[in-house]
Each structure stands twice: as structure tokens, then as C-alpha cells.
């Protein structure tokens, strides 16, 4: 977001570097896109655990929904968030990197549900549907595990949310890189008709 003079876009944690960053309007933007049909009528929504899609998580809990959360880093796999196990309702902490360690549970291979949407962060993202994250490559491998195992295809919808300034209008793209069908900002839902093909599984 510095390419923009962003840092008045950024909310905490202020780090920008290393890091999906996070926005000033994320609680908006998280609204906007559980209200998308294709995200209200799934049961299990797969979100990366980035800062700026915590309140998503939380949105989707305050919904009914299964969060597929992958472990940061992809240590160890995934984590299954159900809203039932969360005591109290406390759906703000349980929302958070911690917190669903203390209310989700570590998935088996064998135990992982069918996915019927899925939220990415992103450094910037282009009209087209092209995505650049941290540039470490685990959504895309996160993806395309949950593809080999058959448990998403090309029909699940993928989405990211970002602030304006983070959408552009071209972005490289590479084979095993995920495009977004949707992007999400505090202002508008954009549905790209991505024309890049979705990873087919492990390459």
C-alpha cells in the first residue's frame, strides 16, 4: 500500500511489509461479503488467518458458519472453527489467531468437510481477478491441497477483501496462482469474471 502513499489506509497491526495489510473499512468490507449469496448459503467457508480478514471470520461465525481456517504457515495443517463450540458467543476472541486455537479443533486429512467458499488476503488484486499475497505462495498451496483432495473445483467462488487502493488494474499471474471471482471493499462488491483458470490440484 506504500506504492499509493497508504499508510492512512492501514489500520493495526501498522506493519506493512511480510504481511497481508490491513485496512481502514475491513469490519465493512467483511459485511459486504457475507451477504453474497454464493458465502450465505454455504455451510463451510475456508478464510486465511491474515489480520485483515478477521473480522470476515467473525462475520461468518456470527452466521452459522464452519470456518476451514489453515494453520499460519501451514504448520500442521487445518483448523475447524464450528460457532456451537464457541462458549458465550465469544465470537470477537474466537475470531482471532488465538482464539480459534482454544475453540477450533486440528483437522485430519480424512476429516476435512467440502468447502463451498473461500476468502484470500491480498496485497493488491486486479479488476481481472489476478492476486498477489505475501508472496509465499500458502493460499495458493492451501488451495490446491483442498483441490487434490477434491473437497473444492473450479464452481466454489473465491474472494479477497482489500481497500480501494489495493485494486489495480493488471497484476501477474502465474499456473499455480488462484484468482478471485470476487473483491471486496468497504464501498463495492466487484465480480471479476476472472478469465484465469483456477489450480487443478498439487503440481
Known sequence: MDNYGGAKYCSFPKTRYDRIPNFVGSEEAAKRLVSIECFSNSRVIKVNPDSPQRLVRRSLLEKGKTLL??????????????????????????????????????????ELPKVGGIVVG??????????????????????????????????????????????????????HDVPVDYIVTPKRVIKTKTMHPKPKGMM
Open 122 to 175: 491480498s496485497v493488491v488484486v486486479s479488476t481481472t481477478g489476478a492476486r498477489v499475497g505475501k508472496a509465499r505462495g500458502y493460499s495458493d498451496l492451501d488451495y490446491s491441497i483442498l483441490r487434490e483432495l477434491d473437497l473444492v473445483n473450479d464452481s466454489v467462488p473465491v474472494a479477497t477483501t482489500v481497500h480501494e487502493v489495493q485494486i489495480t488494474s493488471d497484476v501477474p499471474i502465474e499456473e
Open 69 to 110: 481456517m489453515p494453520i499460519p504457515r501451514l504448520k500442521n495443517g487445518f483448523l475447524i472453527l464450528l460457532p456451537s463450540n464457541v462458549l458465550d458467543r465469544d465470537l470477537s476472541y474466537a475470531s482471532s489467531i488465538r482464539g480459534s486455537f482454544k475453540y477450533g479443533t486440528k483437522a485430519k486429512i480424512n
